[in-house]
T-cell receptor, first 113, second 115 residues
């Protein structure tokens, strides 16, 4: 299984600012995924990030709000831009392993005031 | 489109009694199904997965799930609950989408275990 780390683990931010979340994997992976988990809710896929190409966003999520970088096969970032209190969530990255299994990072807990 | 329905938002059991967390799926073809667990302030951990092999799937920590196509169900069970099992459990279906594995999560079931 892959070992995934995320930074920061949590943050409190002011509305109107932006936060960049980092995701690091201990092995090279083709696909990385970013999810959002709003308070008391399930996980929703934000986008899929392939190395060397533009991220693919799910319905309801746009690049201007959630720009993603994927500079190499072990790293990705998600930026939450122009934040509002509605962006308060846990943001998780995951990678696709063998046999259709996804492994998740520990998450970044974001509170926007 | 693939989807899963978790029938209970909360399940309460006593330590040592059986656990049943219910999940029904909707799929236009043979699905891949998963159960993930999320402990408080922790990340998601894969409990078990079904990918068209044996219909009874054994996972970690004594959990197992049975794929029943006729009932479109994939219920999670454990013979005897432990206090450490208290967590949020997600039933998940894989949607092949556009060539990658897109996971569709259920709404989650919170398992409460009392002494």
């Amino acid at each position: 299984s892959a070992v995934i780390s995320q930074k920061p683990s949590r943050d409190i931010c002011q509305r109107g600012t932006s936060l960049t979340i980092q995701c690091q994997v201990d092995s090279q992976v083709t696909m990385m995924f970013w999810y959002r988990q709003q308070p008391g809710q399930s996980l929703t896929l934000i986008a899929t990030a392939n190395q060397g190409s533009e991220a693919t966003y799910e319905s309801g999520f746009v690049i201007d709000k959630f720009p993603i970088s994927r500079p190499n096969l072990t790293f990705s970032t998600l930026t939450v831009s122009n934040m509002s209190p509605e962006d308060s969530s846990i943001y998780l990255c995951s990678v696709e392993g063998r046999a259709e299994t996804q492994y998740f990072g520990p998450g970044t807990r974001l509170l926007v005031l | 489109a693939q989807s899963v329905t978790q029938l209970d938002s909360h399940v309460s059991v006593s330590e040592g009694t059986p656990v049943l967390l219910r999940c029904n799926y909707s799929s236009s073809y043979s699905p891949s199904l998963f159960w993930y667990v999320q402990h408080p302030n922790k990340g998601l951990q894969l409990l078990l997965k079904y990918t068209s092999a044996a219909t009874l799937v054994k996972g970690i920590n004594g959990f197992e799930a049975e794929f029943k196509k006729s009932e479109t169900s994939f219920h999670l069970t454990k013979p005897s609950a432990h206090m450490s099992d208290a967590a949020e459990y997600f039933c998940v279906v894989s949607d092949p989408g556009t060539g990658f594995q897109k996971l569709v999560f259920g709404t989650g079931t919170r398992l409460l275990v009392s002494p």
